[in-house]
């Protein structure tokens, strides 16, 4: 496993290696005189699975750039898997085609997620993205994590009421609701306060009225993005205007744009909780709290990683294996096989390294049972020695003795 982290995101990626307890790959990124964005990463990563961490946050359109040349650095040295995760993924408001007054927008969400993969990502992590749609954007592999946990110890759960600040938000405001219900045990999913606002145009909101009881409430607003603040602020003077009792926001991305910072600390809000996910550099206040999701990409990579490295294989998958090695090929016949054995490809190299020990792997035995490679055999050398330590040659053949064993 390597790991690559981009500007946008050292703080968070250095954490992550931390509990990983791997060092990071070396990428040195420069600009030249002209402004033109150079990538420069370690020559090591051919065959490797490599994870690539980076936010597409402000300034989003250098640190998209960067974040395409390092994945295409990497493909180009070789590597056997990219994992893209960006846990901010910028442009995910422009998730659709806007019609108005005789102009059109672009799709520019779909647009990133098209650079992303032909640029070489073979899949990619993203952390609450702002529509689900976005995830149908994409041809290879995606996954929306969600970040609910990491709010949690953040919350007192007495007189609580869980609120979303538009319509479009009930849906997430409810999944958070869960969370706490799993949790605490208690009720909330089904009294979830909506805030029904009318925005006159981008950039401005009015708050108009709030959809449920919230008189002597503690609050908790829960949205993906906070941006400028207006709408945020507005939402907790209306919810304070409604008798609310408190009013604190739970919010994935912390865009926090322009005054956004001075605005909320004058606020009615209470307290803003936001995420690491975009690298904050605003001055500390009291009314906002950053929490990680170290752990949430933590676990994310150690599954990916344990997940491809836990193969069985069957006598006849192990036999396949066997006549690939033994028998010469044609490029069409080895594209065909390497496709049938994607997930085996790294054990029929480690039975071509087994040849320069002196054992033929030329002609194979009968094999009667399956084998099972131990999820922490993962160097090249040390299945070698698994697999030698296990097996004996027998008149050319390679014979398979026993189960490799969990």
Not at 29 to 42: K, P, Y
Not at 68 to 89: E, F, M, Q, S, T
Not at 307 to 315: G, L, Q
């Amino acid at each position: 496993m390597k790991i690559i982290i981009g500007n946008a995101s050292k703080e968070l990626g250095e954490s992550v290696v931390n509990r990983l307890d791997v060092q990071p790959s070396s990428v040195q990124v420069s600009e030249f005189a002209d402004g033109e964005v150079n990538v420069e990463v370690a020559n090591d990563l051919y065959n490797q699975e490599v994870y690539i961490i980076q936010s597409l946050s402000p300034p989003v359109n250098d640190n998209l750039m960067e974040l395409l040349l390092i994945i295409d650095a990497v493909n180009r040295l070789g590597a056997k898997r990219i994992v893209v995760i960006i846990p901010y993924y910028g442009y995910s408001r422009q998730d659709r085609i806007i019609k108005n007054n005789n102009v059109q927008s672009a799709l520019s969400a779909k647009l990133v997620a098209n650079l992303i993969q032909t640029a070489g990502a073979s899949s990619v992590a993203v952390i609450d993205l702002h529509s689900s749609q976005i995830e149908g954007f994409f041809d290879v592999p995606i996954t929306n994590l969600n970040c609910f946990e990491a709010f949690v110890d953040s919350i007192h759960t007495e007189n609580l009421a869980i609120v979303a600040p538009d319509v479009g938000a009930i849906g997430r405001a409810r999944a958070f609701a869960k969370t706490l219900e799993e949790k605490y045990k208690i009720g909330l999913s089904d009294k979830i306060i909506v805030v029904d606002k009318y925005r006159e145009r981008a950039g401005t909101s009015q708050v108009m009225n709030i959809i449920g009881e919230v008189a002597n409430k503690n609050c908790v607003i829960v949205d993906d993005i906070v941006d400028s603040g207006g709408t945020l602020c507005n939402a907790a003077l209306a919810l304070k205007g409604h008798g609310a009792k408190s009013v604190i926001s739970c919010i994935t991305h912390g865009v926090l744009s322009g005054s956004a910072v001075e605005k909320i600390s004058s606020s009615s809000l209470d307290k803003l909780v936001i995420t690491d996910t975009i690298l904050h550099k605003f001055e500390k206040t009291d009314k906002i709290e950053v929490v990680s999701v170290v752990d949430i990409l933590t676990h994310f990579i150690q599954g990916e990683f344990a997940n491809k490295r836990k193969i069985t294989i069957t006598k006849e998958e192990m036999l396949k294996i066997a006549q690939l090695v033994r028998i010469k090929l044609s490029n069409d016949e080895i594209d065909h096989y390497s496709k049938e054995l994607t997930m085996l490809d790294w054990i029929h190299d480690t039975l071509l390294q087994v040849n320069t020990e002196g054992v033929s792997p030329m002609r194979y035995g009968s094999i009667d049972k399956d084998i099972h490679v131990r999820d922490d055999v993962i160097n090249s050398q040390n299945i070698k020695k698994e697999i030698l330590s296990n097996t004996k040659p027998e008149h050319g053949y390679f014979v398979v003795l026993k189960v490799i064993s969990d």
